[in-house]
């Protein structure tokens, strides 16, 4: 939910940006070092780690690697 | 509040009461005796073997080197090439350890007149057995049949084995729980490390050994060989697990593993409220460490019962009070053997307040695998091992860490759901 407010106030405010001034953001985030946090694959991370990116990665896949029919057995079998 | 006659509310309280069962468990090694006094059922003519159910054609070589080694030691063949064509044509009656309470490492044979340890739980009056270690080297758990390994057989049948049983008998048994929650902060894991654990049963049976075994000669070599194996208590603790385990089966809708074992060729899991039903797929190769002078070319997938100490939270579970282990068995960094640990509490319903580890601020082990938990997150119970050579005959060539296969877990969820309705 804190994301999700944060994300709305933050649309808000970029709805108020000039062109000039949204240009100047996005450049200020590429000139900024770079911090990621990687959610599922590990390749991801580690071709960021081997530019000396810092990365924290966080080991996720889909429930029941992606299988529909046992996902949908597990919903029916957790509470 | 979960209604208890859903479906989840009846997977809560058949999960419970496994765990309650899991935790009163009193766990005695009581004797030990000749498999065919201490086993019902175990005749002339049957070998026991580790994992799930298999035939001859579908044994890989170390199995089928340990066949051929045990039918020479019971007297059924009288060489390698004899044992052999007597497996082939049927003569022998192959069943898994686990269809009668026992377990074994690696090949895992059991056979009529070898000694096994006696395992009793007394909270529920079960027992559970497995033979007695055999020590490093060229051995028939790894599939090893020369004479030196027969000779070796003979010694623990004909000594070691009614020592140890006169010794026993002059006790009340030795509780197992309290020795491991002991050898648990001293470093053992109790599948691939279990310095500790050994040293501590030593320090029980030799009192007992020295009131019971008359000839101080054999008193000497019994007391140097099991001294000087630091495996000794692996055999003790699969024993100890299987009579943990055993009072889990049969309980409506629970969804926790009972047993995991491999055969070499076949990975299979029994589920508590799955009655004993197997559920297996195909075994993966171990990855890790090899003496010198061998390559994970020469390795023989994954075998034994040896995980029935992974199935009640030590072994890869407890890698974190292990960090020897990690080392040993090539699975990385101090830190790594901690985070195994973790992982393997993402696929387990609880800790064990009694077997705690102290690298980890004294938490439980991972208790309780779930299949659901399995399924839901892809994450398989991690399972150190040894590596026996692919060759008949020739033994151990390594050590590592192997992972249970997902497929084993799919289908017992799916053969799961089918008893409770759930298309």
Redesign the interface.
């Known amino acids: 939910m804190q994301l999700t407010e944060f994300t709305m106030k933050q649309r808000i405010d970029d709805s108020r940006m000039t062109d000039s001034e949204r240009r100047e953001k996005k450049l200020e985030l590429l000139e900024a070092p770079i911090q990621v946090v990687n959610v599922g694959l590990q390749c991801f991370s580690d071709d960021l780690s081997s530019q000396g990116v810092k990365v924290v990665q966080v080991n996720w ?1 889909p ?3 992606g ?1 529909a029919r ?1 996902a949908a ?2 919903s ?4 | 509040m979960i209604d208890d006659t859903s479906v989840p509310g009846r997977i809560l309280v058949g999960n419970e009461e496994a765990l309650g069962r899991l935790f009163r468990a009193d766990p005695v090694l009581v004797d030990v005796l000749p498999a065919h006094e201490a086993i019902p059922n175990l005749t002339e003519g049957t070998i026991l073997h580790a994992g799930p159910p298999i035939t001859w054609d579908r044994m890989c070589g170390p199995m089928r080197g340990a066949v051929a080694g045990v039918a020479i030691y019971e007297g059924w063949a009288g060489d390698l090439d004899q044992a052999e064509e007597l497996a082939s044509n049927g003569s022998f009656d192959f069943h898994p350890n686990h269809h009668f309470g026992a377990v074994g490492p690696m090949t895992g044979m059991t056979t009529q007149s070898q000694p096994v340890l006696v395992v009793e739980n007394r909270a529920f009056g079960n027992r559970a057995f497995c033979t007695l270690n055999e020590g490093l080297g060229k051995v028939m758990r790894f599939g090893g049949n020369d004479a030196s390994v027969l000779a070796r057989l003979a010694w623990l049948r004909d000594v070691l084995g009614p020592a140890l049983s006169a010794a026993l008998s002059s006790s009340s048994g030795i509780p197992l729980k309290p020795l491991v929650a002991r050898g648990l902060t001293m470093g053992d894991e109790m599948h691939q490390r279990n310095i500790g654990c050994s040293s501590l049963m030593m320090r029980e049976l030799a009192p007992l050994l020295a009131r019971s075994v008359k000839d101080h000669a054999t008193l000497a070599d019994i007391l140097t060989f099991v001294g000087s194996n630091d495996q000794f208590f692996l055999n003790i603790a699969m024993a100890m697990g299987k009579a943990v385990m055993d009072p889990l089966h049969g309980i409506d809708a629970s969804t926790i593993v009972t047993a995991m074992s491999r055969n070499g060729t076949d990975f299979g899991i029994m589920v508590s409220g799955l009655d004993k039903q197997w559920f297996t797929a195909p075994v993966e190769m171990p990855k890790g460490l090899y003496f010198p002078g061998f390559t994970d070319a020469d390795a023989n997938p994954d075998m034994g019962d040896s995980t029935i100490v992974e199935t009640v939270g030590l072994g890869g579970f407890a890698m974190a009070a292990s960090p020897a282990v990690a080392g040993f068995v090539g699975a990385g960094s101090v830190s790594e053997a901690a985070n195994t640990t973790r992982m393997m509490g993402e696929i387990t319903l609880t800790q064990n307040p009694e077997w705690t580890m102290p690298s980890l601020d004294y938490q439980g082990v991972p208790t309780g695998i779930d299949i659901r938990l399995v399924v839901e997150t892809s994450i398989t119970p991690m399972i150190n091992t040894g590596i026996a050579h692919r060759e008949p005959g020739l033994g151990q060539v390594g050590a590592g860490v192997v992972h249970a296969p997902i497929a084993c877990f799919e289908k017992a969820l799916e053969a799961f759901a089918g008893r409770l309705g759930i298309a």
């Open positions: 896949i429930p029941a690697g299988n046992l057995l597990l029916r079998l957790m509470d």
